[in-house]
Every structure is written in structure tokens, then in C-alpha cells.
């Protein structure tokens, strides 16, 4: 591994190398990982070789930011002398001969679009939506949000666009491993916040769905018992069955719905691996947040 100091990422890096974000605020950019392994190497050091990067079990890309207690960290990039050989490379031609010289150093590379890239099973849950012709807005700041208010900065992982949307609004929530690094009160107040900032009132409806292992009371529930394919056919149909009853706001009693799909839950009978949990006002959901240990 090069031990020259890392220059700031601009594209095609794995996260080999880590550096925390001046300020310590959260940027307005990128995608925000979970994950605890990592998150834990954090707090000891910042470098590191390809077999920590696979013991993470992880996708890194050069917009990727992870919070560790009070800071924020994104991958580095290359050094600062590999920075300069990629540029140079660049101009030339030279890219293949760039990404050998590079290979020979231990640094290891992805190609990425310009865009930048997304999680794997967030990528997924994308693939799924353009199959099934359901437009969407993905990782952007809400539609119909007050730009005035703070809390719309916030960015669901995907909106659902369909012809009542000005009466609900959909969200798709991709959470991986529950999101076991969060605790449930800063989830629920995510969410309050994403309601909160609608330029008008309307109900809102989440789809909170988790692509990884769960428990049904104590049976383990993988990708052998419940397949990836079958996973992404309950998150359809309970889509698409929201879809159909937001076309009349009767159905919609409450002003948040939550949905969760393959969550851990103690039933002891069948449940087809979906639960739902509904606010009926402002006051349930604080209520529901002071219950969490909040106060």
C-alpha cells in the first residue's frame, strides 16, 4: 500500500485510505454508509489493505461518507503522487498502464461513473423499479418539500412519483442489516422531519425495507428461507397496493405509515414478513419517540 500522504478522492477508489471531513458536518452530497466494522477501525486508524476493506463487507466509493461518533469520514483517494501520475495518465492516454502501475503499488481501484455509484443492494432496489416502469426520485432532496425549512434537507432513498402524489407521498427506505447502527428514535425522527418539511400537508407513507438477514421470533430468516427475488416481490406488492389506495385519502387514516419488510418481529405464527406501524397525528409520534426513551 502506498504510504504517501492521500490526497482527496475524485473518483476511482475503494476507501483504502479515510480522512474526517473539516468541520465535522454532514455533506450535502454523497451516500451515508452504516456500518459498524468499519465505524469501530475508524476510531484506531484510517489506513488500510484490501483484506480489511473485504473483512468489511462493504462497497466504498469516493462520495461515500460514514459517521463515527462526532465526525464524519470519506475515503481519501489516492496519494498525492498517484493523484499526480493519474492526471498525467490521463492527458496522455496512458489510463490502463496508470491502473497497473497502481495495481503493483497495492491500491486498488473501481470503476465508477461520473456520477458517482450506490450501495449494491440500494442498486437493486433501483433495477427492480426501472423493471417494473415505477418512476421515482432517487437520493435527492424531497418533492413538494418548503425550502425554507431545514429539516428539507433531508433526502429519502427513494420518492415514488404516481398520479396522487399530491395527496400521499411514498418513500422507499433501504435499510441494510435493520440499520442496527441507528437507533429507532433518530430513525423516527428522521421521518418526522422528512413530514415535517412538505410544503403542504399530506400523508406520508414509508416503505422501510431490508434486503439482509432478519428473526421471526427465533427462526433466522435468510436469503436460503426467503430469496432475494421473493423479498423484492413483497416489497412490490405492498408498493403497489399503496399505490392503488392513495388514489382516495380515506384510506389513509393516519398521517405516517410505516412499512417494514423483512424486520426482525417475535411472531410466533406465519406473518409473510410485513408489519406496519401508523401515527395518527403529530402527537402519536411524539408520543412514540418519548416511549423510545426520549425525552
Keep these: 500500500m502506498c504510504e504517501k500522504p492521500a490526497a482527496i478522492s475524485t473518483g476511482s477508489v475503494a476507501g483504502y485510505c479515510w480522512r474526517a471531513i473539516e468541520g465535522s458536518q454532514e455533506p450535502v452530497t454523497g ?21 480489511d476493506l473485504d473483512s468489511f463487507d ?49 491500491v486498488a481501484l473501481i ?31 424531497e418533492l413538494n418539500r418548503d425550502s425554507t425549512c431545514e429539516s428539507s434537507a433531508n433526502r429519502p432513498d427513494f420518492q415514488v412519483k404516481h398520479e396522487n402524489d399530491e395527496l400521499v407521498t411514498i418513500y422507499i427506505e ?65 408498493l403497489n397496493g399503496v399505490k392503488e389506495k392513495a388514489a382516495d385519502p380515506d384510506n389513509f387514516k393516519d398521517i405516517l405509515t410505516v412499512i417494514y419488510v423483512g424486520f426482525d418481529c417475535k411472531c410466533t405464527t406465519p406473518c409473510g414478513y410485513v408489519h406496519t406501524e401508523r401515527y395518527k397525528d403529530q402527537k402519536a409520534i411524539s408520543e412514540a419517540h418519548g416511549n423510545m426513551g426520549v425525552e
Design 111 to 141: 470503476k465508477l461513473p461520473k456520477t458517482g455509484a450506490h450501495k449494491k443492494k440500494e442498486m437493486k432496489v433501483k433495477i427492480m423499479l426501472d423493471v417494473n416502469h415505477i418512476d421515482y426520485v432517487n437520493d435527492k432532496r
Design 58 to 106: 462493504q462497497d466504498f466509493f469516493y462520495d461515500t461518507y460514514i459517521r463515527v461518533k462526532n465526525k464524519y469520514y470519506t475515503p481519501a483517494g489516492a496519494c498525492y503522487g498517484c493523484a499526480r501520475h493519474e492526471r498525467r495518465s490521463r492527458i496522455h492516454g496512458g489510463e490502463k498502464k496508470l491502473h497497473y502501475w497502481l495495481r503493483k503499488k497495492g
Design 174 to 238: 433501504v435499510d441494510e442489516n435493520q440499520h442496527h447502527s441507528l437507533q429507532s428514535t433518530c430513525e423516527l425522527s428522521r421521518l418526522n422531519n422528512l413530514l415535517t418539511s412538505f410544503e403542504f400537508q399530506r400523508h406520508l407513507v414509508v416503505l422501510r425495507y431490508n434486503p439482509d438477514p432478519f428473526y421471526v421470533g427465533d427462526d433466522h430468516i435468510t436469503c436460503k428461507e426467503l430469496p432475494r427475488d421473493e423479498r423484492e416481490k413483497l416489497l412490490l406488492r405492498e
Design 31 to 51: 451516500t451515508e454508509i452504516h456500518n459498524e466494522l468499519l465505524a469501530a477501525a475508524l476510531l484506531h486508524k484510517v489506513e488500510f489493505t484490501n483484506a
